[in-house]
């Protein structure tokens, strides 16, 4: 059952450049997506987020836009740096699930010098 | 910055046995969740706790597993029997409330190794 999709196991950018990373979502009651950030031995660490009444959400770099009617999210990242490197998980709650986090497989992010 | 901690950072142990997985979450935190990671799979939500008791368990989450907050600052989550398809990372989170979107702050996670 795969509520959340990210169909992209890896992505190779260009340092400099701009990061793309999709998710779909297939359950119409998810009202909140987050995006987090996993380096290899560390517990995943929140990005970024959005509700599903907006389709923008904006922090620095980071930017997520949501398209409801498409159930899909994207993050974009710009510039990319080295230290971008990780893998990204999208995750989504729904209201009434006492939120809980439904993940993503995640996208395996390299940025290249 | 405060920081959601878990030990040991290792466990091994032989199946059948019983572990118990420790998790310091952030002192002001009122919500708590148990998530795993089979290696190679995504991250699996097991159980959110607040006020004491369970609020919201996964189909994962059977009567081999437990959780307890033992005391004011530690959240325990223990496998009764452990079996080989328990083997994945366990990670606590912690977050200020239980609202929709509100950040889960994430642990290092446990790696728990049955054989």
């Known amino acids: 059952d795969q509520q959340v999709k990210q169909n992209s196991p890896s992505l190779s950018v260009q340092e400099g450049r701009i990061s793309i990373l999709n998710c779909d979502y297939t359950?119409?009651?998810?009202?909140?997506f987050l995006w987090y950030k996993k380096y290899p031995a560390e517990g995943p660490t929140f990005l970024i987020s959005?509700?599903?009444i907006k389709d923008k959400n904006e922090d620095g770099r980071f930017t997520v836009f949501l398209n409801k009617s498409a159930k899909h999210l994207s993050l974009h990242i710009v510039p990319s740096q080295p230290g971008d490197s990780a893998v990204y998980f999208c995750a989504a709650s729904a209201q009434g699930s006492n939120y809980q986090l439904i993940w993503g497989a995640g996208t395996k992010l390299i940025i290249k010098p | 910055e405060p920081e959601v901690t878990q030990t040991p950072s290792h466990q091994v142990t032989q199946m059948g046995q019983e572990v118990i997985l420790r998790c310091v979450p952030i002192s002001n935190h009122l919500y708590f969740y148990w998530y795993r990671q089979i290696l190679g799979q995504k991250v699996e939500f097991l159980v959110s706790?607040?006020?004491?008791?369970?609020?919201?368990k996964s189909e994962i989450f059977d009567d081999q597993f437990s959780v307890e907050r033992p005391d004011g600052s530690n959240f325990t989550l223990k496998i009764r029997s452990t079996k080989l398809e328990d083997s994945a990372m366990y990670f606590c989170a912690s977050s200020e409330w239980g609202l929709a979107g509100d950040e889960q702050f994430f642990g290092p996670g446990t790696r728990l190794t049955v054989l």
């Open positions: 359950n119409s009651m998810f009202d909140y």
């Open positions: 706790f607040y006020n004491n008791e369970i609020s919201e």
């Open positions: 959005i509700s599903s």
